[in-house]
């Protein structure tokens, strides 16, 4: 009992508290929920506690606090495993959807109405438990002006998974400063960026920060799923 009670509070540190809100990219969580707080039922919430334990992490495998995942791949942007709804973005033209943003997409790619600090396009994860390491970017694919539209730098924000946030943090570098991502060079080359420590999202935004053009895009998510 005590075993299981210090694997639970180990592992929920791990996701929670680890900095700023990271959790190692080849993380496996074994209980994801909140401390017990006061005036609380010991007895119920202990219930709860062991019984996602058990269902999370079965007898005889190995929970530690940083367990890994086999590996970082493609989350489902390209390949459209991630449906078109849960693709939105601050604003767009009717012809340049969130939903075109897809990498590699030779039709089209995402652009905001009208360039500005306040842009955005969101992936909505809520319910996957995917752990995002790290993004692709490519530009537009508008062939009269092909490299003259893309997004030379980026941020990245997120809403946590556990415990829920409403509001949103960015992906902080290795000074706890926010992380100003290096973008395109072109439209058409694909430019791969990993984050310091992965990062387990309920949702996540790029923004951009300076662009040539437009700020238009095409892009893939990379990371694993923690189940």
């Not at 991630?82 to 969130?98: F, K, M, N, V």
Request: hydrophobic share 30%; with cysteine.
């Amino acid at each position: 009992m005590n075993a299981m009670f210090t694997v639970a509070l180990i592992t929920l540190w791990a996701v929670t508290h680890d900095n700023f809100g990271y959790v190692e990219a080849e993380a496996r969580v074994c209980y994801f929920g909140n401390p017990i707080q006061p005036g609380t039922d010991n007895q119920n919430w202990m219930k709860a506690v062991f019984e996602e334990i058990r269902q999370r992490c079965p007898k005889g495998e190995k929970h530690t606090k940083n367990a890994q995942c086999s590996g970082i791949y493609p989350l489902g942007i390209e390949d459209g495993s991630i449906p078109d709804e849960r693709l939105t973005a601050s604003s767009s033209p009717d012809y340049r959807p969130a939903t075109h943003a897809r990498l590699n997409n030779p039709d089209s790619y995402w652009r905001p109405d009208s360039d500005g600090p306040d842009n955005w396009i969101e992936v909505d994860l809520t319910g996957t438990e995917a752990v995002v390491s790290g993004i692709i970017t490519q530009g537009s694919n508008y062939e009269p002006v092909k490299d003259a539209y893309y997004m030379s730098q980026y941020k990245v924000a997120y809403q946590t998974y556990s415990p829920p946030s409403d509001g949103y943090q960015y992906v902080k570098d290795s000074n706890g400063a926010t992380q100003i991502f290096e973008g395109n060079s072109n439209a058409a080359t694909p430019v791969e960026n990993r984050f310091d420590s992965g990062v387990l999202v309920a949702k996540l935004r790029i923004v951009p920060v300076t662009w040539r053009g437009h700020a238009c895009l095409r892009f893939e998510l990379l990371g694993c799923r923690l189940k």
